[in-house]
């Protein structure tokens, strides 16, 4: 008896989504909003409303779960959405903690309905799990974090964060959209929730808006989740849905080459004249680096940043005087993007002014080197 398929082979397949009328190796697009009763008024096939989910959803959210080795996923319009979702969920006047440090429009969401009183919420630093256990308190409903953090990749220890919020019955929330689950599977390590932003490495190709969520369990939570989702419309159109899909398939490929380059480059500019600091958790002096072997099994991810010595003017320069490096937002996308991330941000963020923050992508390292050595000149 052949052993059971790796995540990978069912991943590069699409969970063997042959289509069983035509023979398509690919899996057929499903746009249709409505479906068909027959004379007994009954539904035809499963579907009769497309909002919830449609077949092609429904194909995409099974391998979804696969990879994250969980009994439900669901496919949103957008991470956003999938992040409103959850917070949508906190009971009024919940309490939750999230991280100091983050992606700005999900702490931008959550200081929004703290403002409206709709949660009372705390702040921690990422990483500082003494500060998290000290904000932890029995009507901590949501404890949110994100690993690696954006945008100076500190590494969270997701399964002592586990722990710390289980122990006062919180939910346990990680955005781990630049650790998708090729590489580090946050549910096996405690995680109740984990949400990611589908727009960046699982679709991989900046060619899609969308959000994903994977439970550990399905229970009172997730309910609650799906018929927020469901209510609100907020899913992904169809082609959306079958682009990400086909982007899953090269994920493993597309990740491992991505750390590697990325690893390449943040070693090479170590000690580089004109930048103070390379931000990188597989570099072996980050600090967040032993906790990041243990969570990451397959690379550190293709996100890294530089402080530059020149402060905010010498990182707009450098932002702005890459050839190969396309200045723009977003990440996980096969070609590489440069950002001067604190004017993205706005003047509260917490990110210092000297921070360029680099998305690794598929060309040449060498070139990519090359090119911010060029720039930094």
Known sequence: MPNAPTRTTLTVQAMHAIDQMTGAVIPPIHPATTYARGADNQLIGEQDYRRPSGPTEKQAAKVLAMLEGAPDARLFSSGMAAIAAVIESVPTGGHVIAQTEMYYGAKLLLQRAAAKQRIRLDLVAPGDLDALAAAARPDTDLVWIESPANPSWAVVDIARAAEIAHAVGATLGVDSTCAPPCTTQALALGADIVMHSATKYLNGHSDVLAGVLATREVNDRWAEIGEIHSKTGAVPGAFETWLLMRGLRTLWVRFERQSASALMVAQALLGEAGIDAVLYPGLADHPGHAIAARQMSNGFGGMLSLRLSGGHAAAARLAASTRLFTQATSLGGVESLIEHRKPIE????????????????????????????AALS
């Open 346 to 373: 706005g003047p509260d963020s917490p990110t210092p002014d000297d921070l360029v923050r680099l998305s690794v992508g598929l060309e040449d390292p060498q070139d990519l080197l090359a090119d911010l050595r």
